[in-house]
């Protein structure tokens, strides 16, 4: 079974934190990827990365950064934490272009 | 530019009736397409996936979609539903790119009436 593991299912966070979110595949894919979802407007994708130290800007990157330092761990970097990104964060992996993503069990976020 | 269209924000059908679930994508080649499904509070599960082949394609949990070039739909359907399949349920568009996006409708929620 593919596994992808999202460090936390629930985080609390104020205003102007630097937040981190992290995901960590066992699978060796290639290409890892993070999302938010909100009610309405399905799945926006942040970020995502097809090889260590390699990231492209997805639809919606500002306010984001990211970090791919290893092959199976590809984390999220809210620099300076604002109520308008609270939101459900989805991790996904692809083995490799055009195959299916996985996704883990997201953690939603919630910026005070 | 590439797009996915779940016309039904949320749907409710009794136990045991069929379900169709519409979905129509914008693409100009041949498109790599799937479903998903979300329970509540949980990430998103591959239902099917339609690469090439035969048109009707059949899914894990009994789910099977139809694949309609003419059409550009791609509608997920289920015989007789179970009160299990209460979820949100998402079509995606796989894009051809360096990096292999994957564009994701809007979804459609399913409830189950008893």
Redesign the interface.
């Known amino acids: 079974d593919v596994k992808?593991t999202q460090s936390s299912?629930y985080l609390v966070k104020r205003t102007g934190e630097k937040v981190f979110l992290e995901c960590v595949q066992d699978m060796d894919h290639e290409?890892m990827f993070w999302y938010r979802q909100d009610p309405?407007?399905?799945?926006r994708?942040i970020y995502?990365s097809?090889d260590v130290k390699m990231k492209?800007k997805?639809d919606i990157p500002e306010g984001y950064s990211v970090s791919r330092e290893k092959k199976e761990r590809f984390s999220l970097i809210l620099e300076s934490a604002s109520t308008n990104q609270t939101s459900m964060y989805?991790c996904?992996i692809?083995k490799?272009?055009?195959?299916?993503?996985?996704?883990?069990?997201?953690t939603?976020l919630s910026i005070l | 530019a590439q797009s996915v269209t779940q016309p039904d924000i949320h749907i409710t059908v009794s136990e045991g009736a069929s379900l169709e679930l519409r979905c129509n994508y914008s693409y100009g080649a041949t498109p790599y397409l799937f479903w998903y499904v979300q329970s509540p509070g949980q990430g998103l599960q591959l239902l099917l996936k339609y690469f090439s082949g035969d048109t009707l394609v059949q899914g894990i949990k009994g789910f099977e979609a139809e694949f309609k070039r003419s059409q550009s739909s791609f509608n997920l359907r289920k015989p007789s539903v179970h009160w299990s399949d209460a979820a949100e349920y998402f079509c995606a568009v796989g894009v051809y790119s360096s990096a292999s996006k994957i564009i994701f409708g809007s979804g459609t929620r399913l409830s189950i009436r008893p």
């Open positions: 992808v299912r290409n309405g407007l399905g799945l994708l995502f097809y492209e997805g989805l996904a692809q490799v272009d055009n195959q299916p993503q996985h996704f883990g069990d997201g939603r």
